[in-house]
């Protein structure tokens, strides 16, 4: 009667459908974990056939005085947070971001009665007597309801779950109380968060707008806290955190996605359209290609990442149909890097979990990191024997980021910036976190780039200004060749001036440490924490670690960066209990 089309009677009713659907699904997974955390062992015991045997790992202890604690202290926990983590950091770092978040402001922050979780404990004691090294499993589905304010509209989230690991080294340990230097803590990967928008927030609560949300939130944290990015909490004056957020890698994986068979059928007409989600530790995450309506698909990508922590890190394989709206599931695998140990190289078929049928054809390639310059030529002819036409990694390049100094205001507003750092190798580009109204940012911010040709690399990093569309306003640039022509390969802490397209910068600078690693096959380098007599040295720009290989092998220098803290009697009893030495062998 009004020249309506019937098919916008069934577009309505479907998108009630799937937002019902939605609906159901958040509200039960937010009782489960509810009922997670009210009474953990009554749910378990409830569901007890429903576990598989991995449920039970001897080596992560449950830690059940802890949430006691946690539940007692929680309603007292609020106003600290409030003040110490929403207000004085998120809010700057969030304002920090763009110019069109400059009024951001949160306007209700009740964290509710349910407190976070710890789900387990795993300490380290191997390899690691000048520190002391955990991993926690943090679980949260909690009560809290935030409200932010932005231009006048208040937009909130509630019922928020979150899961992730979370691993803490307490580090390095002094002979005075608190006898804990610093605090050093980090995601060993993206963790999981979802939540229901309220208020204005419910206008873009619909499945992809929600989706590209938490992507944008996973980003920043991921920028922030998960590997290589780190957070140092420092419990005494003059610590050198600048070491303390710097880490040497173990080594590269080369991961090979070969084929599957047998994939499960998610398609009601034709076959499936499989692709690979290869997560590996850290906050990367790589995708294959799709093929087209098989079940047998040939995909022959590789994948390469840094491995941090080769003993305790996993490599996952998600296999998906790829759809119109929403991917499905068709099964997943994982894979311990410890795997490698025996075997620097292997080629498995690995079973499908999850699902009914299916497999995975995977093949992972573990290389050490090496300062020997003739194992360029090493890697080189091992790269061509592999795949004509793909470029491989030959080295990899630690750049750590200290800070800037003198960044120009904007010309337009003359105003102080709101700076961040682009770190740019070829097709690699890395971002540090944005500082709000700085001319002098202390970025702290390690970018690990592998390198396919490092002889004929630049490194690239731009500054740009947030407040103004992202505008560079100085650049670095360097070959990486210089990096390599080094003594040790690794120029320590120093200053560099920034140019500017629009013309000379006075005074501006930025302060990095730079180190080149040369990947070679198989475990010709281990890495590793031990104690000494020695630290790095209490004065301002200067650091000295020792470098020691098994069988007294040849010494090498030094690639940490140089802190900058005073000497008292806090670092002088730093330096008579504590050494960071970095033990790296020979390749057999």
Known sequence: YFHFSISWILLAVFIYIFRKHQCTQSLLRHKKLNEINKNEEQYIKARFDELPSWVFFPDIERAEWI???????????NQYLDQAVFRDVLVPLVRGTSSTLADFSFQKLDLGEIPPRIGGVKVYTDNVRDQIMMDIEVVYAGDAIIKAKLKGIVCGIKDIQFVGDIRIILSPLINTIPLVGAATFFFLKKPSIDFKLTDAGTLVDIRGLHDLLLVQ?????????????????????DIPIGYLRWSNPQGVVRAFILRAQDLINADIVGKSDPFVKVKVPGSIEYRTKTIDNTLNPEWNEIFEFVVEQYESDSIEFEVYDEDLGKDDFIGRAQLPLNTLVDDDHINTW??????????????????????????LEIIERKNNEVKKGEKLSKALLVCYIDRCLNLPQSKKTRQEPNPFCRVKVEGTETKTQTYEGQTNPQFEHISQI???????????????????????????EMPIKQVYDADTMTIDTQSYPLKSVSGPLDKTEIILHLSLFILSPGHSSETRL??????????PSTSRTTRRTNNNRNNMQDSLPRPSFKEDNVSKSIASGVQLDVIIGEHN
């Open 67 to 77: 949430n006691r604690i946690i539940k007692q202290a929680w309603p007292y926990a």
């Open 217 to 237: 939130i996973n980003d920043i944290i991921a920028s922030m806290m998960v590997l290589p990015n780190r957070q140092v909490l420092p419990f005494v004056k």
């Open 350 to 375: 690995l079973t499908l979990q999850d699902v009914k049928n299916g497999s995975l054809n995977v093949s992972l390639q573990y290389f050490s990191l090496t300062k020997q310059k003739s194992a």
């Open 450 to 476: 592998l390198c396919s040709n490092p002889l004929h690399e630049k490194l690239k990093i731009y500054v740009c200004n947030a407040k103004s569309k992202n505008e560079v306003i100085a650049y670095f």
């Open 530 to 539: 031990s104690s000494s007599s020695q630290t790095p040295s209490a004065t």
